[in-house]
Each structure stands twice: as C-alpha cells, then as structure tokens.
C-alpha cells in the first residue's frame, strides 16, 4: 500500500539559510499535518491542511510558512535557518470524516533537518 | 488545554517479561487514544488506538483500554521480545477546527534485554 512519502531524507543547512521540506499524502487523503521532533522531544504539531486551506496552527515560527497544492501534496517552507530548529519534521495524512479509518493519521518517514 | 502524561523512562526488560507504560491524558470532549512507536532512525508507526470509553485497542500482543473514569490508556504486554525495543508515545486527538492534531506524551524508551 501507498505510504506517506517525504523529501528530502536529510538535509543539511548553514544557519540563516533556507528549506524547503515536501510531504506527499496517502492518494485520497484529504488531510495534511507537519509535526516537529526535536532530539529526545515528543512531536510538536506545526501546522495542517484540509483541502488546500489551512485548518489549523500550532506553535510554528512566523519564520516558517506552509501550504498544500492542487495535487494535495504540501510543502514546509523555513526561512533564516536557527541551530535550534534541526529536528525531524514528520508528516501525516488523513482522510477527514473516513468510516473506514476513523480519524487515524499515517506518517511519513520524517525529513531530518540539520543546521550548522 | 488537552494534555498528555507518560510514565518517565527509559524502560528496560527481561524478554519474555511483563510491560506495562503508564498514560494518563486531560482533555475537553472525547478524544480518541493512541499509542504510537517509533523504532531507531524511523519514522512513527500506529500500534493501537482506541475511540471511545471501555474500547480496547489491540495489536501484536499490547493492549490498552480507553478509561475514561481515570483518564487512562495504559500500555501493556504480557510478554515483550527484544524487538520490541523502541519509543513508545502516547497521544489523544484533538478536535479543532475540522482537523484533527495529535498531541503527544513525551515518550518511553524501552530496552528489551535479551
């Protein structure tokens, strides 16, 4: 079965640069989530998307910003890099309102992010 | 607002021994539970979840009940193997807006010793 697919894998980044993170979403799935996971920390939600617009906002930096396109897959875009935000960045999709998979959400395998 | 407490860790085990991770969780409404893993290097994995009160979520022998007169969805295994060794979290949904974030216990670590 299709699974949540994220680029890139790794990424490394000088402080003050720029990143750019993609998440595919599950074919169907309507819904998507950014979380973030610092080293040793539970995942942060960030922000989500339910068809196209934003749904919800969590504790994501005015330095960040996301969206999600035509095609449903969403893109997290992070400006004037800090030491501080190298962690794993996940995302997840769902399908809102699905019977059959409740409110379940599926994770990709996470972009971990560096900055030196 | 909606809350997750986990038992502190690092957990570590005999195999074959009797896994129990505590999980208590504050929370408005009635959210659904999870528990999530998350071996070394990858990405989180559903193991189990349940949707409303007295439901028993159930998956490659752990279980947890949603009790919502303690607040609770305990963790539990009758008898862990070494690869069950990873980070165990905790985690309700959280019903906002038509989305559905997660939010998340700070995470168990558990060594299964062979």
């Known amino acids: 079965a299709a699974g949540v697919i994220q680029s890139p894998r790794h990424l490394i980044k000088e402080k003050r640069e720029t990143a750019t993170l993609k998440c595919y979403p599950i074919?169907?799935?309507?819904?998507v989530y950014w979380y973030q996971q610092g080293p040793g920390q539970d995942p942060q939600f960030l922000i989500s998307?339910?068809?196209?617009?934003?749904?919800d906002k969590g504790s994501i930096p005015d330095r960040f910003s996301a969206q999600q396109f035509s095609d449903y897959h969403s893109e997290l875009n992070m400006s004037s890099l800090e030491l501080g935000d190298s962690a794993l960045y996940f995302c997840?999709?769902?399908?809102?309102?699905?019977?059959?998979?409740?409110?379940?959400?599926?994770f990709g395998p996470g972009t971990r992010l560096t900055v030196l | 607002g909606n809350s997750v407490t986990q038992m502190e860790g690092p957990v570590t085990l005999s195999e074959e021994a009797f896994l129990t991770i505590n999980c208590t969780y504050t929370?408005?409404?009635?959210?659904?539970l999870f528990w999530y893993v998350q071996y070394p290097g990858e990405g989180l994995q559903l193991l189990l979840k349940?949707?409303?009160?007295?439901d028993k979520g159930s998956n490659k022998g752990f279980e947890a009940t949603y009790r919502k007169e303690t607040t609770s969805f305990h963790l539990e295994k009758g008898s862990v193997q070494v690869s069950d060794s990873a980070v165990y979290f905790c985690?309700?949904?959280?019903?906002?807006?038509?989305?559905?974030?997660?939010?998340f216990g700070q995470g168990t670590r558990l060594t299964i010793n062979p």
């Open positions: 997840a999709s769902s399908l809102m309102n699905s019977l059959a998979e409740g409110d379940e959400q599926f």
């Open positions: 074919p169907r799935h309507d819904t």
């Open positions: 998307f339910y068809e196209k617009m934003q749904s």
């Open positions: 929370a408005t409404g009635y959210p659904s």
């Open positions: 349940a949707t409303k009160a007295d």
């Open positions: 985690a309700l949904s959280d019903l906002r807006k038509g989305a559905q974030k997660l939010v």
